[in-house]
């Protein structure tokens, strides 16, 4: 699976494009009040990636145990000190309702947090490379 994310950004106009194997969609995310950059900063949207990662991933893995979930939330959040300086003290919860007791429920989380990509590419570091 091949992603990538595009932004363009002049004065007064911010666009956001996201593409999984040829497929795209735009992001509405408007502009900075001041004309220039993006009104989310990486940060949030690095958090948005694990809360999203992980909401998607539930329902895959609850779909391959046939488990119907009515209800995903998830809230991802972390820490920023010094520019230049990456993030620290992130976490995530999660809370799930479904067709299923507590306990399958629990376990669906568990293994949902060994197979999440987003989650796992994080937790193993790999290198970014400016071309």
């Known amino acids: ?39 989310a900063n990486g940060g949030e949207l690095l ?7 992980f909401c998607n991933d539930l329902y895959r893995e609850a779909a391959k145990k046939d488990i119907k979930l009515n209800k995903v939330e998830v809230e991802a959040s972390g820490e920023f000190a010094a520019e230049g300086e990456p993030g620290f ?23 949902t947090d060994k197979v999440a990509e987003i989650h796992n590419t994080l937790r193993k570091g790999v290198s970014v490379t400016l071309t």
């Open 89 to 111: 003290n992130i976490t995530y919860q999660v809370a799930i309702e479904g067709d299923a007791s507590k306990s399958v429920l629990d376990e669906l989380i568990t293994h």
């Open 47 to 53: 958090f948005l990636s694990l809360a999203t990662c």
């Open 1 to 39: 699976m091949k992603i990538s994310a595009k932004v363009s950004n002049s004065l007064n106009h911010h666009e956001v494009w996201l593409d999984t194997n040829g497929t795209t969609s735009q992001l509405n995310i408007p502009g900075k009040s001041t004309g220039f950059g993006s009104s």
